[in-house]
């Protein structure tokens, strides 16, 4: 009776084809690990933007109308931007248990992954400029890694034309309709963020 079994070949080819077929498992599961890596990534830059942006809003919504000194005789309203920095008077969102209004600057700075988003606050004095009220505060970041960002105020000094969008408000006795911020990162834009801001009434605020 002949007894059936494998040659030498045969177990070579087997071989081969099974160290084949679990390289290609491998590479499949390194890709798709590798997706998985990727969209978590996406996944919580998307949850920190929203975040950010949630945070931006809550905080650009609550400005006020207050006034401040000034190196000159009169104090003026503490509103003033540029298209790389924003100062203004309101409630500290993760300070609010505690009560009272800040002096608030948010600025774009350079730093070592791009553009950083920056917080100066100081609790507000009518008595003090910005500048003594800044003296000692230390900035805090509030988003380091933008490809992109940028400061928009849409209004008019002049009551005789038509409102736009500007890069800069001065100190004037007017606050802007609207502010806009435009971020990105190094992957996407962000949604810009549009917020109305109070209106100074004849009675200044």
């Known amino acids: 009776m002949k007894q059936s079994g494998f040659t030498l070949l045969e177990m070579l080819i087997a071989f081969v084809l099974v160290s084949l077929l679990f390289v290609a498992l491998f590479g499949a599961f390194h ?4 997706s998985w890596d990727a969209a978590d990534t996406r996944m919580n ?3 920190d933007m929203r975040l950010i942006t949630d945070f931006l809003r809550r905080q650009l919504s609550q400005a006020m109308v207050v006034k ?15 298209t790389e920095a924003i100062r203004y008077v309101a ?32 609790p507000y004095r009518p008595d003090l400029t910005w500048e003594e009220a800044f003296k000692d505060a230390e900035p805090v970041t509030v988003f380091d890694g933008l490809k992109e960002a940028a400061f928009d105020y849409f209004g008019t000094e002049d009551a005789g034309k038509k ?43």
């Open 31 to 34: 890709t798709l690990a590798r």
């Open 45 to 47: 830059k998307t949850d």
């Open 68 to 82: 401040i000194k000034t190196k000159k005789s009169d104090p003026a309203y503490a509103f003033a931007g540029t």
């Open 91 to 122: 409630p500290l969102q993760p300070l609010q248990h505690q009560g009272g209004i800040f002096l608030i600057e948010l600025s774009i700075a350079r730093s070592k992954q791009g553009q950083a988003l920056t917080m100066l606050f100081a």
């Open 163 to 205: 409102p736009a969008w500007q890069k800069q408000w001065p100190d004037i006795p007017k606050y802007p309709q609207l502010l806009r911020l435009r971020l990105a990162d190094q992957e996407r834009a962000w949604p810009e963020l549009v917020v109305a801001l109070p209106q100074v009434n004849d009675n200044g605020g």
